[in-house]
């Protein structure tokens, strides 16, 4: 399908569904979201040129934005200023408002996009898929925005040469005793995705194999608990949203809470969620040893054994766990299993 073809077909998906998403029609047409995006290059959307990780650099320069990152089944959104970029020349690390890790080997295509009135700096990788979406906000620094836009705005096209999007690799635990004992040696959250690449294993595949003292399943309609009861008790809680590109994570109690369909969401002043429940296939209750004590997570998986979001409770590295959350936790583990019996 050409170009312009393309536009006709997704300009008679809008006619007919107004409301519809650009991913969604990008789906509902079988190519990527960037590909669709394209269709308007030179209406409004544009290539820049910068590398990614000074792209990064210079988000702290804009005040406050919404960032926007997704992956199938959970939107995560968060309203603040970025802080001063940390992390290497392949990750990035920002803390505050703006709370992320970037991996910068998936930042491939890098466009500005104007819809209307509002104005976006947006990431994909090369699969065409996004990574992250920057938004502009009426109180973001407008100076320092356009000066970027301009600075780095390319008129010309951009070949482009997408991958196919991998369908999602499992990898069975071979030697499920020596991941337990391993396991049992984690002095620190981080030391995890170490521990899976050293089995050559994901993480699903991981929890399923450490036993019940390490990982336990529980019914996927425990994460609208978790949310329900944390906004009810106050517990101030992590939550991680990743796609590849980008783990974006927000702290704090969650406020306004709402279904729309298939759709659990946060609606907050400076963060909202949007999970799609009904897409879970598992979720599970994991623990990892850490020199300050054990830390708890919730986490669910989609019918491919993709993570769709994790939730911990809110922990300073040299803290203990809050007991709140660590209870709150280990009480879906006891449904779980009295719904088994």
Avoid at 20 to 49: F, K, P, Y
Avoid at 268 to 289: G, I, K, M, Y
Wanted: net charge negative; glycine share 8%; aromatic share 8%.
């Amino acid at each position: 399908m050409s170009r312009e073809e393309l536009a006709n077909a997704w300009q008679q998906l809008k006619q007919d569904n107004p409301r519809l998403r650009i991913r969604d029609a990008a789906g509902q047409l079988g190519v990527s979201e960037l590909e669709l995006l394209l269709t308007r290059l030179g209406e409004g959307v544009s290539w820049l040129s910068i590398e990614p990780r000074l792209l990064a650099d210079e988000l702290s320069s804009l005040g406050p934005v919404m960032s926007l990152v997704r992956n199938d089944y959970a939107v995560h959104e968060t309203t603040g200023p970025f802080g001063e970029l940390g992390g290497g020349a392949q990750v990035g690390l920002f803390l505050g408002e703006q709370d992320s890790r970037l991996f910068f080997k998936h930042w491939v295509y890098l466009l500005s996009v104007v819809e209307g009135e509002r104005e976006s700096i947006q990431v994909f990788d090369a699969t065409g898929q996004a990574v992250i979406k920057l938004y502009r906000l009426a109180h973001s620094h407008q100076e320092a925005w356009e000066a970027l836009i301009r600075m780095r705005q390319v008129e010309r096209d951009q070949p482009l040469v997408l991958l196919p999007k991998a369908a999602p690799e499992r990898r069975l635990v071979q030697q499920a005793k020596a991941l337990r004992e391993d396991w049992s040696r984690i002095t620190d959250v981080h030391q995890f995705n170490n521990l899976l690449k050293k089995h050559q294993t994901d993480r699903l595949s991981a929890f399923e194999a450490a036993g019940s003292d390490w990982a336990q399943p529980v019914h996927c309609y425990a994460i609208e608990t978790v949310l329900n009861a944390c906004r009810e008790q106050q517990i101030p809680l992590m939550t991680f949203v990743s796609n590849g590109g980008v783990v974006q994570i927000h702290t704090g109690a969650p406020g306004q809470l709402k279904r729309t369909g298939p759709w659990y969401n946060i609606l907050d002043p400076n963060f909202n969620l949007h999970l799609n429940t009904e897409a879970l296939s598992s979720a599970w209750v994991v623990r990892r040893p850490t020199v300050d004590g054990c830390v708890t997570s919730v986490e669910a998986f989609d019918a491919a054994g993709r993570t769709v979001v994790q939730f911990f409770g809110q922990r300073l590295e040299g803290e203990q766990e809050r007991e709140d959350w660590r209870t709150l936790a280990e009480s879906l583990v006891e449904v779980a299993v009295e719904g088994v019996a």
